[in-house]
């Protein structure tokens, strides 16, 4: 799939939801405030009121801060409920 760059905005009540995807090897998540779940096919966060869910391959958290998370593996789908 090369280094392609997807970029999905959602807005929420009281924030916005920033999605970039790098090919299908890295994901960078802005205006996410938890982990709901973590394992190596799926990692699912809290956006506020909303959940944002990342599923594939041997998945691990690059780096996490106050707002944001960047994660590397083989991304396989990301849904948003």
Excluded: H, P
Excluded at 9 to 35: N, Q
Excluded at 59 to 65: I, P, T
């Amino acid at each position: 799939m090369g280094e392609k760059t997807d970029k999905v905005r959602f807005g929420l009540t009281g924030g916005t939801i920033r999605t970039e995807i790098l090919g299908s090897r890295r994901l960078i998540l802005e205006g996410c405030d938890g982990i709901v779940e973590y394992g190596a096919e799926q990692i699912g966060f809290r956006c506020g009121r909303q959940l944002v869910w990342v599923r594939g391959k041997n998945l691990r958290l690059v780096r996490v801060e106050e707002d944001s998370a960047v994660l590397s593996g083989k991304i396989e789908e990301v849904a948003y409920r």
